[in-house]
T-cell receptor, first 112, second 111 residues
Framework: NAGVTQTPKFQVLKTGQSMTLQCAQD?????MYWYRQDPGMGLRLIYY???????DKGEVPNGYNVSRLNKREFSLRLESAAPSQTSVYFC???????????FGDGTRLSIL | RKEVEQDPGPFNVPEGATVAFNCTYS??????FFWYRQDCRKEPKLLMS???SGNEDGRFTAQLNRASQYISLLIRDSKLSDSATYLC????????????FGQGTELSVKP
């Protein structure tokens, strides 16, 4: 029972390259979230999906797109990577709005 | 004013010490409150939910004061393994399940 699984765990990109960060859950929870965490900034919400088929912007959506393919999967895409997007990215899920969120173990992304 | 404010620390304490972390939040509509633990370069993990009546889980006690919009976490008999960053987390009230994370309080427990 993996909970929330993120792939890849590490990635190095060149400026301008694109890539998709994958997130999958086996907990059958409705909501899923993408965060980035930078030193001194805490966790910042990029995008979220309250339920299958819906997505909404969070605090820092610029430069990212998301896709909620089905209830299980929520992917984050960088169309043209920039050095400012170097960060640790966490995916999380949530059963309902009053419950805590559960995190994957993160993707460490470096953009040169 | 930040939506969730914590003392950044670091708190350096000896093994066996009691340590308390404080947190204030600004959104009076918040309904759910949590403490998370985050080890260096790892994902945040839920430590405990916080209830109005206060709750205890082993050596950890959490308190909530809605009137003052204040949350606390008390750790008794600190262990080396308690060294981590502790995140105060509050939901956004009328914005579904979105959570607001404090920047964390770093704890270092020394032998």
């Amino acid at each position: 029972n993996a909970g929330v699984t993120q792939t890849p765990k590490f990635q190095v990109l060149k400026t301008g390259q694109s890539m998709t960060l994958q997130c999958a859950q086996d907990m059958n929870h409705n909501s899923m979230y993408w965060y980035r965490q930078d030193p001194g900034m805490g966790l910042r919400l990029i995008y979220y999906s309250a339920s299958e088929g819906t997505t909404d912007k969070g605090e820092v959506p610029n430069g990212y797109n998301v896709s909620r393919l089905n209830k299980r999967e929520f992917s984050l895409r960088l169309e043209s990577a920039a050095p400012s997007q170097t960060s640790v990215y966490f995916c999380a899920n949530q059963e309902n709005s009053n419950q805590p969120q559960h995190f994957g173990d993160g993707t460490r992304l470096s953009i040169l | 004013r930040k939506e969730v404010e914590q003392d950044p620390g670091p708190f350096n304490v000896p093994e066996g010490a009691t340590v308390a972390f404080n947190c204030t939040y600004s959104n009076s509509a918040s309904q759910s409150f949590f403490w998370y633990r985050q080890d260096c370069r790892k994902e945040p993990k839920l430590l405990m939910s916080v209830y109005s009546s206060g709750n205890e889980d082993g050596r950890f006690t959490a308190q909530l004061n809605r009137a003052s919009q204040y949350i606390s976490l008390l750790i008794r008999d600190s262990k080396l393994s308690d060294s981590a960053t502790y995140l105060c987390v509050v939901n956004k009230g009328n914005q579904g399940g979105k959570l607001i994370f404090g920047q964390g309080t770093e704890l270092s427990v020394k032998p």
